[in-house]
């Protein structure tokens, strides 16, 4: 008979001892509403600067293109959290709720 080494094996035994763990994989309401809130406010924002920065709004391109920056910072980590929401939501394999840090 074979040589097996049970230390690092998996039983069905070895699953029901563990006892009653449950994993809930519920929406965190709150994180997501923040990230597509920074989505939102990240798109107005670089469309407003551009707009500004185009038209000399506030006098002159400086204020524009403050505004466009702080869009894309906004925008990027709204619209991270926001792509991992929705793939948690629609099931692909690799996403889950528990990768939205909470707030």
């Keep these: 008979m074979a040589y097996v ?9 070895d699953i029901m001892m563990e006892g009653p763990y449950v994993v809930h994989n519920r929406a965190p309401v709150k994180e997501i509403a ?5 989505l939102v406010f990240g798109a ?3 469309v407003l600067g551009s707009f500004m920065a ?4 506030g006098g002159d391109r ?3 293109a403050f505004f ?3 869009g894309v910072v906004l925008f990027i980590p709204g ?3 926001t792509r991992i929401a ?4 629609k099931g692909y394999k690799g996403f889950s709720f528990a990768n939205i840090p909470p707030v």
């Design 62 to 64: 400086a204020h524009g």
């Design 86 to 89: 929705y793939y948690a939501y």
């Design 44 to 46: 107005l924002g670089v």
């Design 54 to 57: 185009a038209n000399n709004v």
């Design 5 to 13: 080494d049970h230390a690092f094996s998996i039983s069905d035994e």
């Design 79 to 81: 619209f991270y959290y």
């Design 68 to 70: 466009a920056i702080l």
């Design 34 to 38: 923040l990230a597509v809130a920074l």
